[in-house]
């Protein structure tokens, strides 16, 4: 949710405060999805980002941990793809006549895409690295 905040800095400070000794932070911050509930999407993350957001406010025990490598991120991804077809009805609530001539297309670009998608998560335990990923959780305590 860290990025929704406008000041992330300034609030993970304020969790500092009003949180009592031995208390946990829990926070969870994309690196790679497009713009969602907009327009409150301000930031997206690295781990180093977060460890300095969280270090700064004064928390101990920081560990920050990747939703999934680069496959779990193409995975989550490449469903995107589908939004460059043209849609069935446009803004006015009118039929598309491109929107339903697309249709078979975009069924069959859908089910590669499912398909695509069962392959990249079996793939994504060879990413050791897991610096290339979805997003990333971060627990922390107060010292």
């Known amino acids: 949710m860290l990025e929704h905040l406008e000041r992330p800095r300034e609030s993970v400070r304020e969790f500092y405060r009003v ?9 969870t911050a994309p690196m790679a999805p497009g713009q969602h509930q907009a327009p409150y999407d ?3 993350y690295t781990s180093f980002g977060l460890m ?6 004064g928390f101990d025990e920081i560990r920050v941990e990747s939703f999934g490598g680069v496959f779990t991120r193409w ?3 490449l469903p995107r793809a589908l939004d460059l077809f043209p849609k069935i009805r446009s803004p006015l609530g009118r039929v598309s006549a491109s929107g339903i001539a697309s249709l078979p297309l975009k069924a069959l670009c859908y089910a590669a895409i499912r398909i695509s ?5 079996v793939l994504d335990p060879l990413d050791h690295k897991k610096d290339d990923s979805l997003g990333w959780s971060a627990v922390a305590v107060k010292k």
Not at 19 to 27: A, F, I, N, P, S
Not at 52 to 57: C, D, K, L, P, V
Not at 117 to 121: E, K, N, R, T, W
């Open 52 to 57: 300095s957001i969280i270090s700064e406010a």
């Open 117 to 121: 998608q069962c392959v990249l998560l």
């Open 75 to 77: 995975a989550y991804e």
């Open 19 to 27: 949180l009592k000794v031995g208390g946990k932070l829990y926070l």
């Open 42 to 44: 301000f930031f997206r």
